[in-house]
């Protein structure tokens, strides 16, 4: 599929992939794709950045390559690395037989049979579907020499293997960026991209996506969960639920085949979306009728 022609249409391209998406998120969207820029997203946990990686990949049709960011990860991880096992293997095989020429073999050892591709060096390949995705997801958790070494990637979108030399992608991929925000991510790098900041949903985009991955769940208990979930956030909790919290707790509310919601159906489910103790220790009991109350009263002001 070609890239969406305009701001609607990315909306409507996202929406067919059960991703509910604004405006602005869908304008930085079409942007990236028209000007292919890499698209930085920042927020919360649980709001939908990485998801949009996996609509966008499935709505054009391209493959997503994952790049899981943690600390401590270096270039060599995320680029590539030789498969240390099988060249033994092979040094062996070749002593055991009478022995290849040195050359000969350290040229076989270094080539492309042994080589183990990561997420960067996948992402420049070509691939007949088109430039793959490339989500490199939680870039906040890794330290500043592996920024340094991204900005360069992203810069010339090629790597270079010593061995081997240099590969350089026939199609810059499409380039998703997350993070949480547990550390400010350097502004060379931000620079590289757009950049988003996805914000918790109000309350009628977030009913619209729990009505997109849970289409199964009335109405009624919809509207009391997604209100529940807003009044939730507004509290004093370590860590707020996401939009991932909302759909899972509705979700095990249908599994558990309940109509409406109830102070001792909410203790009994709380850990669908809190998932610290002493948060769930807060809401327990009379502060979770206080907040159901609370929600109901915004549903119906009356």
């Not at 270094?110 to 591709?117: A, M, Q, R, T």
């Amino acid at each position: 599929m070609t890239t969406p022609a305009s701001i609607d249409a990315v909306q409507q391209t996202l929406a067919d992939q059960n991703y509910v998406c604004g405006r602005a998120l869908a304008t930085v969207v079409f942007l990236s794709l028209k000007l292919g820029r890499p698209l930085f997203l920042e927020g919360e946990a649980g709001v939908g950045k990485t998801e949009i990686a996996k609509a966008i990949a499935a709505a054009l049709g391209r493959r997503l390559i994952r790049l899981q960011c943690y600390e401590g990860l270096d270039a060599a991880s995320a680029v590539y690395e030789w498969n240390f096992a099988a060249q033994m293997v092979a040094i062996r095989t070749a002593e055991a037989s009478g022995g290849a020429e040195r050359s000969a073999l350290q040229e076989e050892l270094f080539g492309p049979d042994y080589l183990v591709e990561r997420p960067l060096l996948q992402a420049m390949r070509p691939d007949p579907a088109g430039a793959p995705v490339l989500l490199i997801d939680e870039l906040d958790r890794t330290d500043e020499p592996f920024e340094a070494f991204l900005l360069e990637a992203l810069s010339d979108f090629q790597v270079t293997i010593p061995e081997i030399g240099t590969i350089k992608a026939p199609e810059p991929p499409i380039v998703i960026l997350t993070s949480n925000r547990t550390r400010e991510v350097h502004d060379a790098l931000k620079r590289r991209c757009l950049y988003h900041w996805v914000d918790y949903p109000d309350f009628t985009r977030e009913l619209d996506i729990l009505h997109a991955r849970a289409p199964e769940a009335a109405d009624t208990l919809s509207r009391e969960v997604v209100a529940f979930v807003q009044k939730l956030r507004t509290e004093d909790l370590f860590k707020k639920p996401g939009v991932a919290e909302t759909i899972d707790w509705a979700k095990c509310l249908l599994a558990l085949d309940v109509v409406d919601l109830s102070p001792e159906v909410i203790a009994d489910t709380l850990g669908a979306i809190l998932k610290y103790q002493d948060d769930i220790a807060k809401i327990q009991g009379s502060e979770a009728k206080r907040i159901l109350d609370d929600a109901r009263a915004t549903l119906d002001p009356a």
